[in-house]
């Protein structure tokens, strides 16, 4: 079953602009993980934050999750042109379960 | 290291016909998933498997679904007999004994007409 939903469903920027995106979840949940899918490469794993942590980053991504409001972001800075993609975010319980998200549709103009 | 391999990576077929799709995962991983991604939407899991016993398969389709992974190594998906509403990717993930983190094959496109 699907119970992510993110924001917005669609992102359209300029490239060297900032993208954020938006993701909420219903239960409790070991961990949140962000995924990237493009038309050529599938989904590809980006950044894993765990239920006891707020803030993490991996080279211009910047994930932030809050427990209390069962929600997370994803930044991506300095956006350029490979950044295209879909991303959703994934919700992981017991039995290393993800339960996704619809994603969100990013563009990144030149 | 090699990634998980799927195939094939297109398949095109009439509704009713029977299809298989396969799944070699990454070396060394004893977890495998099977996900369908209908356009638009995120991946819904069908079946986890954990070396070559079932974890859950609660939202199989069993009258027309079915998996198996008899040595604990690839798998294979089929159908029988396929609807239209089956059009969709079909993603296989691995990932580790305790891992958290799923690495996935390039998918199957199906195009059931």
């Known amino acids: 079953s699907q119970q992510g939903e993110e924001d917005p469903q669609a992102l359209s920027i300029q490239e060297g602009e900032n993208a954020t995106m938006n993701c909420s979840y219903k239960?409790?949940?070991?961990?949140l993980q962000w995924y990237r899918q493009n038309s050529g490469r599938g989904l590809v794993h980006l950044i894993l934050i765990r239920s006891n942590e707020r803030e993490k980053h991996s080279g211009r991504l910047r994930v932030t999750l809050d427990t209390s409001k069962k929600s997370s972001s994803l930044l991506i800075t300095a956006s350029r042109a490979a950044d295209t993609a879909s991303y959703f975010c994934?919700?992981?319980?017991?039995?290393?379960?993800?339960?996704w998200g619809a994603g969100t549709k990013l563009i990144i103009k030149p | 290291e090699a990634g998980v391999a799927q195939s094939p990576r297109y398949k095109i077929i009439e509704k009713r016909q029977s299809v298989a799709f396969w799944c070699n995962p990454i070396?060394?991983?004893?977890?495998l998933y099977w996900y369908q991604q209908i356009l638009g939407q995120g991946p819904k899991l069908l079946i986890q498997f954990q070396n070559n016993g079932v974890v859950d398969d609660s939202q199989l389709p069993k009258d027309r679904f079915s998996a198996e992974r008899l040595k604990g190594v690839d798998s294979t998906l089929k159908i029988q007999p396929a609807k239209l509403e089956d059009s969709a990717v079909y993603l296989c993930?691995?990932?580790?004994?305790?891992?958290?983190?799923?690495?996935f094959g390039p998918g199957t496109r199906l195009l059931v007409l």
């Open positions: 239960t409790s949940i070991n961990n």
């Open positions: 993930a691995s990932s580790s004994s305790g891992g958290e983190t799923q690495y």
């Open positions: 994934a919700s992981g319980e017991g039995n290393y379960q993800l339960i």
């Open positions: 070396s060394g991983h004893a977890t």
